[in-house]
């Protein structure tokens, strides 16, 4: 399977958020399972200053975006098994950011007409290309439009990733045919007007074969108002074709125990090294050196889906109890000017640094005890990963990719690997932060068990591919996984392998003996078809506290026969298909034997 990977950005070429670290990793743990994966880039002015030395010149060609006719080269590199591409354009390109331009419109216009123009050149025709965010939301629309002239193109499926959907690529209607080269007749249909405006990520949802959120969650959330802003029904039409796969991390990169970025290096067996982290972020600071006091650490940007307004509000309670506070990042004015000012009320008990340094975010991760991640809404998130990679424990809000990966913590059974709240609510925030303080105060022990969970968490990227290797399957018609290996875990066609799992739904409701699960079921065919070990576990523990009061497995043979009796009768006048399932010794479905054992079972629930 060939895959093209279209991205605005990616490690370790170029990078201002989450979605360059997914392109920098996804391609290659696609690679490692078999596929052929190239990824193409824009060549910004900060790649070709690091990498220029090592780019290959394959060709340049002339790309047309509405009456413009400008020039387009053609780098590539190898690296880890994916071929990389970059698309030279300086009039675009060749500036100090990759984002914040007056014509960011027409720059990414020009990067998606060019990946379509330039597939001709490169090194194999892609069964699919994987688009991401606003930036690379008209290559969908470009090939559906090429295809009605060009054959070529319509062999192409594609496949659009929605890292965050506040960010759609929004423009007055002229530029349509102006800035963009596109007939009006994709507006007059409403396929790419939204409000009046062009709206580039909504065109992509509608053409693109699937789509896909990064993380289930937030698959289900953006079918909601309060998350999708304003393309809920858009995404409610396209549900068919929605999939929501949990982004991973790099985890050779995020590795505390050859971390090359952190003080002191260690593992989930020996922890050692991570106290000596925590005073080494104490040191840089400015904190005390408390050893025994946790460190709650913050690396974000500073805006308001963040949930940063939680922090404000209930700072100065959070700050009465013995930890000690860090933050890392910039953004909103407010939060800038809050935090400083918070920070000198609280010295050597509260430290802020208004910028975004990889080595300080790394000695956070390494050195605090404790993470917080408020968010409002959080498509996937990465910080909390990467925190529980270094024994960091999370507090998050149960939103998008948070929910997805971090379970809450119960003392009661000792298990959970974070601390969780439900509600955008200061108050309950503040709650799971004192819970967690003072776990960590007063029961190290339990603390440490927690912790460990969290480093033995599973978020490589080997996970994700093979599900991202699914939907590849699903819109190509390649078969994918080849013949013998297990199918993704999320895969959602019913298979034989399901149907155990949906006849358990019925147990959800009073859990009762093995034969009222069938009556509950009742339909003519599942019963039948119960796997027998799947009844096993049930009749173990009615067996132990309650022998005689179990009608299935009491060890007088009269009751047996008695059912065999009634079960020949009614074979007598059911379908074939439950003679046979009589004759295989499993228990019948009919309700004129499991009605009067009904209240027997609900008496033995208590005892299960």
């Known amino acids: 399977m060939k895959i093209l990977y279209v991205a605005s950005e990616a490690v370790p070429f170029c990078k201002t958020g989450g979605l360059a670290d997914v392109a920098g990793s996804l391609p290659e743990a696609l690679a490692a399972q078999g596929a052929e994966v190239a990824v193409v880039l824009p060549l910004y002015q900060k790649v070709r200053e690091r990498f220029g030395s090592q780019l290959t010149f394959e060709c340049y060609d002339y790309v047309d975006l509405a009456w413009r006719h400008s020039y387009c080269g053609l780098f590539s590199l190898e690296k880890d098994g994916v071929t990389w591409y970059f698309l030279d354009n300086e009039q675009y390109f060749n500036r100090p950011e ?10 990414f216009g020009f990067f998606s007409r060019a990946v379509v123009r330039m597939l001709p ?12 965010d606003w930036q690379t939301a008209l290559v969908p629309i470009y090939l559906k439009d090429d295809g009605v002239r060009e054959e070529r193109f319509r062999s192409i499926r594609t496949v659009l990733s929605i890292h965050n959907i506040e960010y759609q690529g929004r423009y007055g209607r002229q530029t349509l045919g102006d800035l963009f080269g596109l007939d009006h007749g994709w507006a007059d249909d ?115 889906h963040k949930g940063l307004d939680l922090v404000c509000e209930v700072l100065h309670d959070m700050m009465e109890l013995p930890l000690q506070l860090v933050i890392l990042g910039k953004g909103d004015r407010k939060y800038e000017e809050f935090f400083q000012w918070a920070a000198n009320q609280y010295p050597g008990r509260m430290a802020v640094r208004l910028d975004y340094n990889e080595e300080l975010s790394m000695a956070i991760y390494a050195g605090a005890d404790l993470f917080l991640m408020p968010s409002r809404s959080e498509p996937c998130g990465l910080s909390q990963m990467i925190a529980m990679r270094y024994g960091t424990v999370p507090i998050v809000r149960e939103t998008g990719g948070l929910k997805d990966t971090v379970t809450p913590y119960e003392a009661w059974r000792d298990s959970g690997n974070g601390f969780t709240f439900a509600n955008y609510a200061s108050s309950d925030m503040l709650y799971v932060i004192r819970e967690a303080v003072y776990l960590y105060k007063d029961y190290p022990d339990a603390f440490a068990r927690l912790r460990a969970r969290a480093m033995a968490c599973d978020f490589s990227w080997a996970r994700s591919a093979g599900e991202y290797l699914h939907i590849y399957s699903a819109v190509t018609g390649q078969p994918w996984p080849p013949a013998g290996e297990p199918a993704p875990a999320n895969e959602a066609a019913p298979t034989e392998e399901s149907v155990p799992a949906e006849e358990t739904a019925p147990a959800a409701e009073p859990p009762a003996a093995e034969e009222a699960a069938p009556e509950e079921a009742a339909p003519a065919e599942a019963p039948a078809e119960v796997p027998a070990e799947a009844a096993a576990p049930a009749q173990a523990p009615a067996r132990e506290p309650a022998p005689a009061e179990a009608p299935a497995d009491a060890p007088e043979k009269k009751p047996a026969a008695g059912k065999r009796t009634a079960a020949r009768k009614t074979a007598a006048k059911k379908p074939a298909a439950k003679k046979t399932a009589a004759k295989t010794g499993r228990k019948t479905p009919a309700k004129k034997q499991t009605t009067p054992k009904k209240g027997t079972a609900g008496k033995e629930d208590p005892a299960e």
């Open 98 to 107: 990759l984002y914040g331009y007056m014509d960011d419109g027409e720059r």
């Open 190 to 304: 409403g396929t790419i007007l939204m409000d009046g405006d062009v709206n580039l990520l909504k065109g992509a949802i509608l053409c693109a074969d699937a789509v896909n959120a990064v993380s289930p969650t937030y698959a289900n959330e953006l079918k909601m108002p309060y998350f999708a802003h304003r393309l809920d029904g858009i995404m409610r039409r396209c549900g068919y074709k929605l999939s929501g796969v949990l982004n991973g991390i790099d985890v050779k990169r995020y590795d505390p125990a050859t971390d090359s970025h952190i003080a002191a290096n260690y593992t989930a067996e020996d922890m050692a090294g991570k106290q000596a982290d925590k005073a080494e972020l104490q040191k840089l600071m400015g904190l005390r050196q408390e050893p025994y006091v946790p460190i709650v650490g913050i690396v974000s940007r500073l805006v308001s």
């Open 121 to 132: 050149h490169f090194r194999f025709w892609p069964d699919v290309l994987h688009c991401n």
